[in-house]
C-alpha cells in the first residue's frame, strides 16, 4: 500500500464523487469511457461533465497498485485502486475511508442524501453562489422561489480561502430569504464558464434541487500592494551573495518600518526546518517546498517574507510561486546571476575546492546543473557591484512596485 496527498482541487472532487454530489459517476472513467466523453461531452444518464475523475500520480504508480489519497493534514480519505494510466494521471474505482476532516461551518458539509431527506416535499430552488449575492440578484432570487412556490436551498461553493466568507454571506441572505437551507460545497470552478454552470446545475439536482440560479460571479478587486503578502525568493549560485543582500535587504526594511518582515535563508531553514534531508534532486526539491510553504503562510497573513535558497530546479520555483500566488501573496524572483567562475573564487566554505575533489556529490554548478530563470524580476552580478547598490537594486524593485510605500 502506498501514499499520495492529491491536490486541493482533486480532493474537492473526491469529496463531491464520495458523497453523490457528482452521481451518476461509479467512481472512474476506463480510457474508452473517457473517449467517449471527449467525443461526445457527456456522461451516461445523460449528465454532463467537464473532465474525467483522475488523480494526478507519480509515475511509479501502476495498475494494480492500491493508494491511499490522504488529504494535507494526514488524514486518510479514500483508498484509489489503479486500473490504468493517461499520462501523469492514473484511473480507477475509489473506496471511501475516514469521513473528510472539515474546518469553519463543518456543521454545513452535508451530503447530498442528507439535505434532501430534511427537504419539504414540492419544488426546490437551488442558489449556487461563488460570490456574495447583491440586492439585485437576492430580490430575483426571493421573486422566483415566490412565482415557484419553492423551498430556497443556498449552495456557497466553498473551494479556496473565501470558503468562510462566502458561507457567511449566505447565511446572510438566508436570513433574507425565510425557510431558505443553506449546505456548503466544495465545488472548484472551471475555467469554462458554461462548463462551469452545467456542473454547478447537476451538483444541485443531486441535492434535490428543481430548479436552478447561478448567483453572479463575485467581483475580485486585490488590494493595494502594501497590504497585501509578498515573497521576495533569491535564487543563485553557492557564494553568488544571494544571502548577504537578502539580509541587507531585511535590515533595510526593518529600518524603514511598515512591514512584517520574516526572513527563511538556506543555510538557517537546512539546519532548523530540512534537518536530515540529503542533498539529492529529491530532498533538495523537498527542502525549497517547505521554504515555499512558510513563504506562503506568511503572505497569507499579509507579510514579507524573504528567502535565500540556491533553489536550482525551475520546476520547484514555479511552485513555489505556484503556493504563493494561491494565497493571495505576490511573489518577487530575484536572480543572483553571481558567475561560477567568481563564486569559486570566493568559495569562503571551501565546498567548490571539495566538490572539485569528488567529496561533495551533486553540488550545484560542479556535478549538478543549475536551471537559470527565464522569469526573473531583477537579474544582479555581484562581481563588481557593491553590497549596497545590490540592495538598493531590489529595495527599489519592492518600492517602486508599492509592497512597501
Do not use: Q
Amino acid at each position: 500500500m502506498t501514499e499520495w496527498t492529491p491536490d486541493a482541487r482533486e480532493l474537492a472532487d473526491l469529496e463531491l464523487l464520495l458523497s453523490g454530489a457528482y452521481a451518476p459517476l461509479a467512481g472512474f472513467l476506463t480510457s474508452a469511457e473517457v473517449e467517449s466523453v471527449v467525443e461526445r461531452g457527456r456522461l451516461p444518464g445523460g449528465a454532463s461533465w467537464p473532465d474525467p475523475i483522475t488523480i494526478a500520480l507519480p509515475d511509479e504508480f501502476g495498475p494494480g497498485d492500491r493508494v491511499t489519497l490522504r488529504d494535507p493534514e494526514g488524514a486518510a480519505v479514500a483508498v484509489l485502486t489503479v486500473v490504468e494510466r493517461d499520462g501523469h494521471h492514473a484511473a480507477g474505482p475509489v473506496e471511501a475511508l475516514d469521513a473528510p476532516v472539515y474546518g469553519p461551518f463543518s456543521r454545513l458539509r452535508r451530503t447530498p442524501e442528507e439535505v434532501r431527506k430534511d427537504l419539504p416535499d414540492g419544488e426546490v430552488l437551488a442558489v449556487t453562489m461563488r460570490g456574495p449575492l447583491d440586492g439585485a440578484a437576492l430580490d430575483d432570487v426571493a421573486a422566483t422561489a415566490e412565482e415557484l412556490d419553492a423551498t430556497v436551498l443556498l449552495m456557497p461553493l466553498v473551494f479556496g480561502e473565501s470558503g468562510p466568507a462566502l458561507v457567511r454571506a449566505a447565511l446572510k441572505a438566508a436570513e433574507r430569504l425565510r425557510g431558505a437551507t443553506v449546505v456548503a460545497v466544495p465545488l472548484a470552478p472551471r475555467e469554462d464558464t458554461e462548463i462551469d454552470l452545467e456542473l454547478r446545475e447537476h451538483v444541485a439536482r443531486n441535492y434535490g434541487a428543481t430548479e436552478h440560479y447561478a448567483g453572479p460571479a463575485p467581483i475580485t478587486i486585490p488590494g493595494p500592494p502594501h497590504k497585501r503578502g509578498l515573497v521576495v525568493f533569491f535564487t543563485g549560485l553557492s557564494g553568488s551573495g544571494k544571502s548577504t543582500i537578502a539580509r541587507g535587504l531585511r535590515d533595510a526594511l526593518l529600518e524603514r518600518g511598515g512591514r512584517t518582515v520574516t526572513y527563511l535563508d538556506g543555510d538557517v531553514v537546512r539546519r532548523m526546518l530540512s534537518a536530515g534531508l540529503t542533498f539529492s534532486r529529491e530532498d533538495r526539491d523537498r527542502n525549497i517546498r517547505r521554504i515555499g510553504f512558510v513563504a506562503a503562510e506568511v503572505a497569507r497573513h499579509g507579510g514579507l517574507a524573504i528567502c535565500a535558497p540556491i533553489a536550482p530546479y525551475a520546476e520547484t520555483r514555479d511552485e513555489v510561486r505556484a503556493m504563493v500566488e494561491e494565497v493571495g501573496g505576490d511573489l518577487l524572483l530575484v536572480h543572483v546571476a553571481t558567475p561560477l567562475e567568481e563564486c569559486e573564487r570566493r568559495d569562503r566554505k571551501g565546498l567548490y575546492a571539495k566538490a572539485r575533489a569528488g567529496l561533495i556529490p551533486e553540488f550545484t554548478g560542479i556535478s549538478d546543473p543549475y536551471e537559470e530563470p527565464d522569469d526573473a524580476d531583477l537579474v544582479l552580478d555581484t562581481t563588481d557591484m557593491t553590497i549596497d547598490r545590490a540592495v538598493g537594486a531590489v529595495l527599489n524593485l519592492v518600492t517602486a512596485g508599492g509592497w512597501v510605500r
